[in-house]
């Protein structure tokens, strides 16, 4: 049972451009959750998902961010005109009850 | 509102010390999840513990411990005889059912540096 999958790994970006970032959840999980890790910091949740629908987006920022996980396919998280302050590394995580499972995370560069 | 305290940024010991990082949590939940993870150098999170809220037994594997203070609202945990692979930041969390979602608080996490 393949584990939570993320691609890329690393995106480098340059200010203006877009990123889409991948998460493919475990086998069964039909929960996936998006958190931002600033350099040195810890993680801070940005949006839970559930299929096809958002359940909680209180920590997206209110621009250019927005997350989707449709019926069939990976969760999507996408930036749209990055910013330098985007750099980051961006993890998912999935669960099927209240234990979450975290990726391997991507690391956007934002150049 | 949750919020994770890990009031110790850095901790730096020489091998085979033990080592115990903090964690002081405050939640109004009644039932809730506490969760250490380590983060190595590569990156990644990997799971080292759950507990709930009714839970307030030890816990032992390997060279960790945890203990788990409801009173004192602390999860502290306890690397024994530490190695130079144990380092890492570490990171508390804590996942009450607020707003009917376990949506886990991570705390800042403290880095953990091992030398030889």
């Known amino acids: 049972n393949a584990g939570v999958m993320q691609n890329p790994r690393h995106l480098v970006r340059r200010r203006g451009q877009e990123a889409r970032l991948r998460c493919s959840p475990m086998?069964?999980?039909?929960?996936v959750y998006w958190y931002r890790q600033l350099p040195e910091e810890g993680l801070k949740f940005m949006v839970y998902l559930q299929k096809e629908n958002i359940i909680d987006e209180s920590g997206m920022p209110k621009e250019r961010f927005s997350a989707e996980f449709p019926k069939e396919g990976p969760s999507i998280l996408r930036i749209q005109q990055v910013v330098r302050g985007d750099s980051a590394a961006y993890f998912c995580?999935?669960?099927?009850?209240?234990?979450?499972?975290f990726g391997p995370g991507t690391r956007l560069t934002v150049l | 509102a949750q919020k994770v305290t890990q009031a110790q940024t850095e901790i730096s010991v020489v091998e085979k010390e033990d080592v115990t990082l903090d964690c002081v949590y405050e939640?109004?939940?009644?039932?809730?999840?506490l969760f250490w993870y380590k983060q190595p150098p590569s990156g990644e999170l990997v799971f080292l513990i759950r507990?709930?809220?009714?839970?307030?037994q030890n816990e032992i594997s390997g060279r960790y411990s945890w203990n788990f203070q409801k009173s004192t609202s602390s999860f502290n945990f306890t690397i024994t005889a530490s190695q130079v692979v144990d380092s890492a930041v570490y990171f508390c969390a804590l996942s009450g059912k607020s707003g009917g979602s376990y949506i886990p608080t991570f705390g800042r996490g403290t880095s953990l540096i091992v030398h030889p």
């Open positions: 939640t109004r939940d009644t039932t809730y999840y």
């Open positions: 086998k069964g999980h039909s929960h």
């Open positions: 507990r709930n809220s009714f839970d307030e």
């Open positions: 995580a999935s669960s099927r009850d209240n234990e979450q499972f």
